[in-house]
């Protein structure tokens, strides 16, 4: 009797939990306090990422000398050469289409840069802020035409260096590939407001890397009435190879009359500075030539003058010299102008082809 009283207690016990709302306010609590412990975990890998994250770069801004993008042109060479070949190409249309990098396949190694240049990811540190303009710092090899008023008979007017194209694009040829930008002879305002004056001079600049080699070539024409004395030159800078200037040497271009045509010049001596004059030109040459022999990889450059209004070549090694640099002109002996008269045009037009050595190797020396 006794047990059935205490069984009976304990059924009402348990029915007075459950009626009372003490089971459900106990699991409530038990439920609530599970959430809780999840979500001060979750909270905490919240603030543990928020504390440790990473913060994606910001997407690149492509530097813009002159406000304009640089052209970049790229060759692929056949995978049977043998011989080294044009492959690269970068043009800054926006500064006069300065030439930044010519770039070489060398058959079993690996491809070569020829130009002292600034790589394009270190372009933006120098160029100025708001206008892109170059500064002083930036490697590059400037294409230079110059006006010359008759009272004037020093420095002239730079009309080209830092002029920003009317129209760039790349082009496509058979045999190779490049770009080609147009100068207006009355300048539009830059990215500072400010128009350079009027030239009178309409430019156009065409650079092709082909099968042939590389290909310069500058048209301008005199849209006014009146004849301008000018001056149009490339000057390339070249680098020096790891080995120095001692593996580099020159052979200069043949004229009217020097007698050294066929004595190489060694470049092995800084603060060297030699020009030559009365270019010889002849219906059996493609043109007057100077020749560039870099002994340490291997390989010539002959730098050719297909138009006659190429009239000298120079060499430049300065004392504190990073570069060689060569300079084509239309400046002639004294100092003398190219005349262009009213709706003449004049024509400039330099290719560089190269050819392995004797003493070249598909190994690396």
Same mark, same amino acid.
Request: aromatic share 4%.
């Given at each position: 009797?006794?047990?059935?009283?205490?069984?009976?207690?304990?059924?009402?016990?348990?029915?007075?939990?459950?009626?009372?709302?003490?089971?459900? @306010?106990?699991?409530?609590?038990?439920?609530?306090? %599970?959430?809780?412990? %999840?979500?001060? #975990?979750?909270?905490?890998?919240?603030?543990?990422?928020?504390?440790?994250?990473? *913060?994606?770069?910001?997407?690149?801004?492509?530097?813009?000398?002159?406000?304009?993008?640089?052209?970049?042109?790229?060759?692929?060479?056949?995978?049977?050469?043998?011989?080294?070949?044009?492959?690269?190409?970068?043009?800054?249309?926006?500064?006069? &289409?300065?030439?930044?990098?010519?770039?070489?396949?060398?058959?079993?190694?690996?491809?070569?840069?020829?130009?002292?240049?600034?790589?394009?990811?270190?372009?933006?540190?120098?160029? &100025?802020?708001?206008?892109?303009?170059?500064?002083?710092?930036?490697?590059?090899?400037?294409?230079?035409?110059?006006?010359?008023?008759?009272?004037?008979?020093?420095?002239?007017?730079? *009309? +080209?260096?830092?002029?920003?194209?009317?129209? @760039?694009?790349?082009?496509?040829?058979?045999?190779?590939?490049?770009?080609?930008?147009?100068?207006? @002879?009355?300048?539009?305002?830059?990215?500072?407001?400010?128009?350079?004056?009027?030239?009178?001079?309409?430019?156009?600049?065409?650079?092709?890397?082909?099968?042939?080699?590389?290909? +310069?070539?500058?048209?301008?024409?005199?849209?006014?009435?009146?004849?301008?004395? %000018?001056?149009?030159?490339?000057?390339?800078?070249?680098?020096?190879?790891?080995?120095?200037?001692?593996?580099?040497?020159?052979?200069?271009?043949?004229?009217?009359?020097?007698?050294?045509? #066929?004595?190489?010049?060694?470049?092995?001596?800084?603060?060297?500075?030699?020009? =030559?004059?009365?270019?010889?030109?002849?219906?059996?040459?493609?043109?007057?030539?100077?020749?560039?022999?870099?002994?340490?990889?291997?390989?010539?450059?002959?730098? &050719? @003058?297909?138009?006659?209004?190429?009239?000298?070549?120079?060499?430049?090694?300065?004392?504190?010299?990073?570069?060689?640099?060569?300079?084509?002109?239309?400046?002639?002996?004294?100092?003398?102008?190219?005349?262009?008269?009213?709706?003449?045009?004049?024509? =400039?037009?330099?290719?560089?082809?190269?050819?392995?050595?004797?003493?070249?190797?598909?190994?690396?020396?």
């Amino acid at each position: 009797m006794s047990s059935s009283n205490n069984g009976e207690r304990r059924r009402k016990k348990r029915f007075s939990l459950a009626s009372s709302g003490l089971l459900t @306010a106990l699991i409530l609590a038990v439920v609530l306090g %599970v959430l809780g412990i %999840v979500w001060v #975990a979750h909270l905490h890998g919240r603030l543990h990422k928020l504390s440790t994250v990473e *913060v994606p770069p910001e997407s690149g801004v492509l530097p813009r000398p002159g406000g304009q993008d640089v052209i970049e042109v790229h060759r692929i060479s056949p995978a049977s050469g043998v011989t080294p070949q044009f492959v690269g190409l970068s043009v800054m249309p926006g500064v006069g &289409m300065g030439i930044l990098q010519l770039s070489l396949d060398l058959p079993g190694r690996d491809p070569q840069d020829l130009l002292v240049g600034t790589p394009i990811p270190s372009l933006s540190p120098l160029l &100025m802020p708001n206008t892109g303009a170059p500064k002083a710092s930036l490697k590059y090899s400037p294409i230079s035409l110059k006006v010359f008023s008759p009272a004037d008979s020093s420095e002239g007017q730079e *009309v +080209l260096a830092m002029q920003a194209a009317q129209d @760039a694009h790349n082009e496509m040829t058979p045999d190779g590939t490049g770009a080609t930008a147009g100068f207006s @002879a009355e300048p539009a305002p830059g990215a500072d407001g400010i128009a350079p004056p009027p030239s009178g001079l309409q430019t156009q600049v065409s650079t092709t890397i082909s099968d042939r080699g590389y290909d +310069l070539s500058i048209t301008t024409k005199n849209v006014t009435g009146e004849p301008k004395s %000018v001056v149009l030159s490339w000057s390339p800078q070249f680098a020096i190879p790891t080995k120095g200037l001692g593996s580099l040497r020159i052979t200069p271009p043949e004229t009217a009359e020097n007698a050294e045509k #066929a004595a190489e010049i060694p470049l092995d001596t800084r603060d060297l500075h030699r020009t =030559w004059h009365g270019l010889k030109y002849s219906y059996l040459s493609s043109g007057p030539e100077l020749r560039l022999h870099n002994l340490a990889d291997g390989y010539t450059l002959r730098l &050719m @003058a297909l138009t006659s209004s190429i009239r000298n070549f120079r060499v430049d090694v300065p004392k504190d010299a990073s570069a060689v640099s060569l300079t084509f002109s239309t400046e002639g002996p004294d100092g003398t102008k190219t005349l262009i008269g009213p709706g003449e045009t004049l024509q =400039w037009h330099l290719r560089i082809q190269v050819a392995p050595n004797n003493s070249y190797s598909p190994a690396s020396n």
